[in-house]
C-alpha cells in the first residue's frame, strides 16, 4: 500500500513542478494556524510541505528572494541550493516552531553567541567512538572560530535528534554528527572548502567516507566486540551513569545493537587481524593524500581535517587494553604529526 | 446474637482450620468439637456439613464464613456444601447474605445458590436448619476479548484469567492491550487472597510493560516494571494498599519538532517506589454515587535504589448529594505536591486537563508549557462540581438507558512549576491563585456546551 | 590459464549477471582479459560461504571481489598498476565512498521498495533460482537488506523518511562520482582500474534493470556522463551479452505473442503443471492411505466398483 501511495505522491510532486509558486502560497497557511491537532502531527505536515518546496526548486529560490531581500545567494556548499531543506528532512536535524519560511530566514541568521555542544561526561563516561566524533566536532567548529560551549550530559546520546553524538544546540535547531552540522554552518554562510575545486571537493567526501566507514566501525569494534576492551572499559564506563541492573541492562542492549550495526556492515565476522589490517589500509591512504602538506587540502584546514584529527587523536590518547589499534595509527607519523599540528593550532590557543 | 447448636459433626479441627473432606461424610461419626463461624459479631456453629457429590474437597475458612469449594475432578459442574445450622434467633439471614458476598468476592464462582431447608434426617436437631450453597465455578482457564477507550486512544485487550490456580482463589491474571495508534500494554499478574486472616489481606505481583505516546508533551515511554502490593482494609471502608514498585522508564523524543526542554528528560532511568494508598469510601456504588462522599490519600517516595528520588503526595476527594430524585450533585477536589531530591524529569510530573484529570480542558492543558509542549509541574489544584441527572424522558429507564447520565460541570484547576523559577512555595501559591482565574475561565468556556454526556463502559 | 572458473548469478536485461558482486569480479576478469570459464550456476547453496560469486583457480576457492583482486595481483595480473599511490588512496577512499553513500540505497532499491521486490527482484532471483531454494533465497536477501537498513537509519523511524534520506544521499554521491568522473574515459586516466570495474557493477544493474519504482535508476540515468561510462564499458566488455539479449528481444517483439513470451519466461510451465498435478494426486492419497480408507472400502464386498478404482489408482502410482 505504502509504495502505491508515494508513487502518486511522487506524481504529484512531479505536478508541483510545474505548477509552481501558486502551490506554494497555498501550502504555507495551512501549516501556521495552530489547531487542535498535536504538535508531532504538525510536525509532519511541516516536514511534507517541505518535500513540495524541494521538489519545486525554483520555486522556492524565489520565494527566498522576495521575502528576504539579503543579497546572500542559496549556494554555501557547493552547487546544493537546498542543503537546508535536505537537511531537514535528515534524521539529524530536529527544530522547534511550525513556520517554515521563518525557520529558513532562521536557519541563515548568522552564528549565534550561545551555541551549547552536547556530549557524554568525558572523564567516566564517553567511549571512544563517540569521543573521537565530539572532537571532530568541536574541531571543526574551532577551525571556523565559531563560538561554542561544550555542556556534558548523560543522556547526551538520547536527547540527540539521531540517536548518536554529539550534536548542538543553535537557536530553534538541534543538529547531531558532523556532516549535518558541517552543512548547518554553510547554511549560514561558514564554510571550510569554499576554495576547493569539485573535484577536490569529491575527493573530501570520499575521504571523510572512507574514514566513517572504517575507523568508526573499527572503533566500535574494538569498544564492543574485542572482549578484553569491552569488559575492562566500555562496560564499566557505559554503565557508569546508570543503577546497578539498569546498567547492566543498558549495556547489554547497546552492545546488541552495535553488534547488529557491525552484521549488517558484515564487519562482523571479521577477526581482530583483519580490522586491523582495514585499519592500517585506511591509515595508509589517508597518509598517502596528506603527504608533507600541513592540511589535506593545501595550508587551511577543511572538514576532512578535523575528522581525521578527531579519530586520530582519540585513537593514539586513548589507553585500551587493546592497544594495537594505537600502535597502528602510530606508526603512521604523517597523521600522528598532522593530529599534533590540529591540537596546538586550534585547541591550545589561549 | 445468635448461637447455633449442632449435635452431629465430623469435623476435626477448630476456628480457622481448612477442612477437607475428600469422600461423602459419614455422619454417624463420635461427635467432636463443633466449628464455629463468626460473622459480624453473629456466632454460628455448624452441626454437620456434607457435600453434594462424593470427592468434592470442600473447605472452609472458619473465620470469616468465606466457604471455598473446589472441585478438581469436575472443574465444570456445581458443587456445593450443605451444612445444618441451628437458629437461635433471625440473624441467620445476615448470616447467607453475608457467606453469600464473601464468595462472590472470591471471584472464583457465578451461580451462588443457598437453599434452606428444616433440618430431617438421623441426629437432626429440631430447630435446626439445613443450609446448602451451591456454586459453580468458573472453568479453569477464562479468557477475553473487550475494548476500551483511554486518555489517547481507543484499545483492544485481550486477557487470560486463571481463577483460583491453587484452589484457595489464587489468581493468575495476563492482559495485553494493542492501542489503535501506537501504545501497547503487557501484564503479568498473580493474586493471592487470605480471606481468613485478619484485615482480610490480598497479596499480588505483578509484571508489565507499557508504551505510551504523548503528543500533548512531545515524549514516548516505555515502562517496565515489577509491582507488588498488599492491600488490607483495617475497617470496612478503610482500604489501605501498600505498594513497591521497581520500574524502568524509557523516555524517547516522540519527534522533530519536540521542545528542547522534553529532549533534555530523554533517556533511560530506573525507579524504585514505595507507595501508600488509604481509600475511605462511604459512597453507596462506586459508579454514578447518589450519596456519600470518598477520600484517597496518596504518599509515594521514590529513591531507595534508582536514579530518581522524590516524595509524591495527593489527595483526592468527592462528595455526592442527591438534590431531587436522581439528581445527584458531586463536589470534588483534588490536591497534589512533589518534592524533588534528585533525578526528577518530565514523566514524573503532575499532568492535569483532559477527561479523567480536569474535563472540559484540553488534554494536559493546564499549567507551563514549552514550545507549545505540556511539560507538567510540581504542584496543583484541582476542583469541580458535577451535576449528573438521567437522560431527558429517559429511555430505556430500566434497561441500557440506566447506564447513561447527563453531565454538567464546573472545573477549575491549576498546576504550577515553583522550582523552576526559583520562587518559595508561598509566592507560587499566589501564582496558583492567578492561574485560577485563567483556569476558570476555560473551564467556563467549555462548560457552555450545554451537556455532555457520559458514557460508562 | 584455463583453469579459472567462475560461478555466478545469471545474467538478465543484457547484465552479464543480476547481482552486484558477481558483476564487479566479471568486469574486474574482462578488464584484465584473464581466461575465465563463466558458469551461471545461479545456486548460492553449494558454495563455500553460501555466496556468489565463487572463483576457483585450481584447488583455491575465492568468495569476494577484494581476495580475487588479491588473488589475480599475486599471477601478476593486476588493473592498478598505472595508479601512483595517491591515486590508489583515492580509489580506496572513493570505493569506501560508495560502499557508504551508494550501496545501503542500491539494496534498498532492490530489495526493501515492496514494489521493486514484488515486481522485479524476487521474479528475476526465484527464475535464476531452482525449485526449492528460489523460496528461500529472496526472502533471506530481503531480510539481510532489511537489516542493514534497520541498523544504519534505526529501526522506529518511519520507512518512507529513510528512502527520502538514502536516494538524496545516494543523488549527492552520484554527483560527487559524475564530479570526479569529468569527460575521460575511466576514473583513473584513459585505462581501466578496479574502481571503475566497482563504479560498473553498481550503475549497470540501475541503468538496465526496469525498475517499476526506478527514483534510484533515474538518478542515475539522469546523468550524462555516468549513462556513457556505463554503455562503454558495457559495448567494450559485455558486446556478446547485450547483442544476445537484443537479439531475443528482437525475435520475441517479432513472432511472439504474450503466450509465447510467457512461455520464453517460463519454459518448463506444462511440465510444472504436470509436476504439480501429480504432486498433488501422491499426496491426496497418501493421506487416503494414511488414514486407512483403502481398508475400510476393502471390506466392502459388494462394492466391487469401488475397489477397481483405487486398483486402477494404484497401479498409476
Redesign the interface.
Known amino acids: 500500500m505504502s509504495v502505491y501511495n508515494l508513487w502518486d505522491k511522487e506524481m504529484n510532486e512531479a505536478k508541483l513542478k510545474t505548477s509552481l509558486s501558486s502551490d506554494w502560497v497555498f501550502h504555507s497557511p495551512v501549516a501556521t494556524p495552530r489547531s487542535s491537532s498535536p504538535p508531532s502531527r504538525a510536525g509532519e505536515t511541516i516536514f511534507n510541505n517541505y518535500i513540495d518546496i524541494i521538489h519545486s526548486e525554483s520555486n522556492l529560490s524565489t520565494e527566498a528572494k522576495q521575502t528576504e531581500p539579503l543579497d546572500r545567494p542559496f549556494d554555501f556548499f557547493d552547487d546544493e541550493e537546498f542543503a537546508f531543506g535536505i537537511n531537514l528532512l535528515n534524521n539529524n536535524v530536529a527544530c522547534v516552531g511550525d513556520n517554515i519560511t521563518k525557520l529558513i530566514q532562521m536557519a541563515q541568521e548568522p552564528w549565534p553567541d550561545n551555541v551549547k555542544l552536547f556530549q557524554p561526561y568525558e572523564v567516566e563516561q564517553i567511549l571512544l567512538p563517540d569521543n573521537a566524533s565530539c572532537l571532530a566536532v568541536q574541531a571543526f567548529l574551532k577551525m571556523c572560530n565559531l563560538p561554542f560551549e561544550v555542556e556534558m550530559r548523560w543522556n547526551a546520546e538520547f536527547m540527540s535528534p539521531s540517536g548518536r553524538v554529539p550534536f548542538i544546540k543553535c537557536g530553534a535547531f538541534v543538529v547531531s554528527e558532523l556532516e549535518p552540522i558541517v552543512q548547518f554552518a554553510a547554511n549560514k554562510g561558514v564554510s571550510l572548502c569554499g576554495r576547493l575545486s569539485t573535484e577536490e571537493k569529491a575527493e573530501m567526501r570520499a575521504y571523510m567516507s572512507l574514514i566513517t566507514n572504517v575507523l568508526v566501525n573499527a572503533e566500535l569494534y574494538i569498544s564492543w566486540l574485542d572482549n578484553d576492551t569491552y569488559n575492562a572499559v566500555t562496560k564499566i564506563r557505559n554503565s557508569s551513569v546508570y543503577p546497578w541492573p539498569l546498567g547492566w541492562l543498558q549495556t547489554r542492549a547497546k552492545r546488541n545493537t552495535v553488534a547488529k550495526r557491525l552484521k549488517a556492515l558484515h564487519w562482523h565476522d571479521k577477526t581482530l587481524e583483519q580490522v586491523l589490517s582495514d585499519v592500517e589500509q585506511c591509515c595508509n591512504s589517508l597518509s598517502q593524500r596528506l603527504g608533507d602538506k600541513d592540511y589535506f587540502f593545501g595550508n587551511t584546514p577543511t572538514e576532512l581535517d578535523a575528522l581525521v584529527f578527531g579519530h586520530v587523536f582519540t585513537i593514539i590518547t586513548t589507553r585500551l587494553p587493546c592497544r594495537r589499534l594505537a600502535e597502528v595509527m602510530r606508526r603512521h607519523e604523517g597523521l600522528v604529526a598532522h593530529a599534533k599540528r590540529v591540537d596546538e593550532r586550534h585547541f591550545k590557543r589561549p | 446474637m445468635g448461637t447455633v447448636h449442632a449435635k452431629a459433626d465430623n469435623v476435626d479441627s477448630m476456628g480457622g482450620g481448612i477442612f477437607e473432606f475428600e469422600e461423602p461424610i459419614e455422619l454417624d461419626d463420635e461427635p467432636i468439637p463443633k466449628p464455629t463461624i463468626k460473622l459480624n459479631g453473629v456466632r454460628v456453629e455448624i452441626s454437620r456439613t456434607k457435600t453434594l457429590e462424593p470427592k468434592t474437597h470442600c473447605v472452609f475458612f472458619c473465620d470469616t464464613a468465606a466457604i471455598h469449594i473446589i472441585n478438581p475432578s469436575s472443574r465444570f459442574g456445581s458443587t456445593g456444601a450443605t451444612m445444618e445450622l441451628v437458629l437461635v434467633n433471625n440473624a441467620i439471614f445476615q448470616v447467607f447474605h453475608f457467606v453469600r458476598r464473601a464468595l462472590d468476592s472470591m471471584g472464583c464462582f457465578r451461580d451462588i445458590g443457598v437453599y434452606i431447608d428444616v433440618s430431617s434426617g438421623p441426629g437432626s436437631t429440631p430447630e435446626g436448619l439445613e443450609v446448602t450453597f451451591q456454586v459453580k465455578e468458573l472453568s479453569r482457564i477464562v479468557g477475553g476479548i473487550n475494548t476500551t477507550v483511554s486518555e489517547n486512544e481507543g484499545n483492544l485487550v485481550l486477557g487470560v484469567k486463571m481463577p483460583n490456580v491453587l484452589g484457595r482463589g489464587e489468581k493468575l491474571q495476563a492482559e495485553y492491550s494493542m492501542g489503535y495508534r501506537s501504545s501497547s500494554n503487557f501484564s503479568l499478574t498473580a493474586t493471592k487472597p487470605y480471606p481468613h486472616k485478619p484485615l482480610v489481606p490480598v497479596l499480588s505481583a505483578s509484571l508489565y510493560q507499557q508504551n505510551h505516546e504523548y503528543p500533548w508533551s512531545g515524549y514516548r515511554l516505555l515502562d517496565r516494571g515489577i509491582l507488588l502490593d498488599l492491600a488490607f482494609k483495617s475497617s470496612p471502608v478503610t482500604r489501605h494498599n501498600l505498594q513497591w514498585e521497581g520500574m524502568v522508564r524509557d523516555t524517547s523524543v516522540l519527534s522533530k519538532t519536540t521542545s528542547f526542554k522534553v529532549r533534555e528528560s530523554s533517556g533511560p532511568q530506573m525507579k524504585s517506589i514505595l507507595r501508600h494508598i488509604v481509600t475511605v469510601d462511604h459512597r453507596d456504588e462506586p459508579i454514578f454515587p447518589t450519596k456519600g462522599s470518598w477520600v484517597q490519600f496518596t504518599s509515594e517516595l521514590a529513591g531507595l535504589g534508582g536514579g530518581v528520588a522524590n516524595l509524591k503526595t495527593e489527595l483526592h476527594a468527592q462528595t455526592n448529594h442527591s438534590l431531587f430524585e436522581s439528581v445527584v450533585l458531586q463536589v470534588t477536589g483534588s490536591l497534589g505536591v512533589l518534592h524533588d531530591m534528585f533525578g526528577t524529569e518530565i514523566p514524573d510530573h503532575f499532568f492535569l486537563g483532559g477527561a479523567t484529570t480536569l474535563r472540559g480542558f484540553t488534554q494536559r492543558g493546564v499549567g507551563p508549557t514549552s514550545d507549545g509542549q505540556y511539560t507538567g509541574g510540581t504542584m496543583y489544584w484541582a476542583s469541580g462540581v458535577h451535576v449528573y441527572t438521567p437522560l431527558p424522558f429517559q429511555p430505556g429507564k430500566n434497561g441500557l438507558g440506566s447506564l447513561f447520565r447527563s453531565h454538567m460541570f464546573l472545573n477549575a484547576g491549576c498546576l504550577a512549576l515553583p522550582e523552576e523559577k526559583g520562587i518559595p512555595a508561598l509566592e507560587s501559591l499566589r501564582a496558583v491563585r492567578r492561574r485560577r482565574a485563567t483556569g476558570r475561565r476555560t473551564a467556563c468556556s467549555s462548560a457552555s456546551e450545554p451537556t455532555s454526556c457520559n458514557i460508562l463502559k | 590459464m584455463t583453469s579459472i572458473e567462475l560461478d555466478i548469478w545469471r545474467g538478465e536485461w543484457g547484465l552479464a549477471s543480476i547481482d552486484l558482486e558477481c558483476l564487479k569480479v566479471l568486469t574486474y576478469m574482462k578488464f584484465i582479459g584473464v581466461p575465465v570459464r563463466v558458469r551461471e550456476s545461479s545456486n548460492p547453496f553449494f558454495t563455500p560461504k553460501g555466496t556468489l560469486p565463487v572463483m576457483r583457480d585450481g584447488r583455491k576457492l575465492l568468495t569476494n571481489f577484494e581476495e580475487v583482486v588479491d588473488h589475480l595481483k599475486t599471477l601478476h595480473y593486476s588493473t592498478d598498476v598505472h595508479l601512483n ?2 591515486q ?3 580509489a ?3 570505493t ?2 560508495l ?3 551508494l550501496y545501503p540505497a542500491f539494496q534498498y532499491a532492490w530489495w526493501v ?3 521493486n521486490y514484488g515486481e522485479l527482484t524476487r521474479p528475476t532471483y526465484a527464475k535464476a533460482l531452482r525449485i526449492p531454494f528460489n523460496f528461500y533465497y529472496p526472502s533471506r536477501y530481503q531480510t ?1 537488506a532489511k ?2 537498513i ?5 529501526e522506529h ?1 518511519d ?3 529513510i ?3 538514502l536516494y ?1 544521499e545516494a543523488e ?2 552520484l554527483k ?2 559524475s ?2 568522473l ?1 569527460e575521460s574515459e575511466y576514473f583513473f586516466g584513459n585505462r581501466p582500474s578496479s574502481f571503475d570495474a566497482i563504479v560498473f557493477a553498481y550503475l549497470a544493474p540501475l541503468v538496465k534493470a526496469p525498475f517499476p ?1 526506478a ?1 534510484l535508476a533515474n538518478h542515475v540515468k539522469g546523468i550524462a556522463n555516468l549513462s556513457r561510462f556505463v554503455a562503454r564499458i558495457n559495448q567494450k566488455n559485455f558486446r556478446h551479452v547485450t547483442d544476445e539479449y537484443n537479439r531475443q528481444n528482437a525475435k520475441k517483439q517479432s513472432t511472439g505473442t504474450q503466450s509465447e513470451r510467457e512461455a520464453a519466461n517460463f519454459p518448463n510451465q506444462t511440465r510444472n503443471k504436470i509436476l504439480a498435478a501429480l504432486f498433488a494426486a501422491i499426496a491426496m492419497t497418501g493421506y487416503a492411505v494414511a488414514n486407512g480408507m483403502f481398508q475400510d472400502l476393502k471390506d466392502f464386498e459388494h462394492s466391487g466398483d469401488y475397489n477397481d478404482m483405487f486398483e486402477n489408482e494404484e497401479d498409476d502410482n
Open positions: 599511490t595517491k590508489a588512496a583515492e580506496s577512499a572513493f569506501q565512498y560502499r557508504d553513500k521498495d515492496e514494489k539481510a537489516e542493514m534497520d541498523a544504519l537509519y534505526g523511524t520507512l518512507k523518511e528512502e527520502k534520506t538524496s549527492k554521491c560527487t562520482l564530479d570526479r569529468g519504482n527514483t
